[in-house]
């Protein structure tokens, strides 16, 4: 499965972390930003997205909170981006959501259980069913 990871640099060192703890098991593809200097959370989002449209693939994006990058993936029709801040969020939003791009908080979360959410994320089934239907309400909702 390759995976899309950006981040702004309120996350690059964790972006950095996990991208590399990735490395070892998944295909990777670091999509920047590429320094801790200050840069605009949308623009990063919006590269993330357009890969992860384009190649029906998995995509980690990370900021200062998880919350700007969430809702500017948001935006775009076929994404559902989930701002992840425990395994359980992570479960839920594979499991009921089929989310298909988690987005982590820099600051507010450690490493640590960085790793561990993004491995729950990227190891949990869509269930299906029921939860289909409504995921295919979400491209129908109006303004
Ligand atoms: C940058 O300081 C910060 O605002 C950004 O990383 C993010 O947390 C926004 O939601």
Redesign the pocket.
Known sequence: MKIFIA?????FNEKQELANYLKGKQEVVDLGTYSTE?TN?PEWAKKLVEKVKAEQAVGIL????????S?TANRFSDIRAAVCRDEDDAKMSRLHNNANVLCL???RTSLELLKKITDTFLSTPFEGGRHQTRIDMFNNLGE
């Open positions: 981040s702004d640099h309120g996350a200050s959370y990370l900021c200062g909170s998880g919350i700007g990058v809702m908080s820099g600051r």
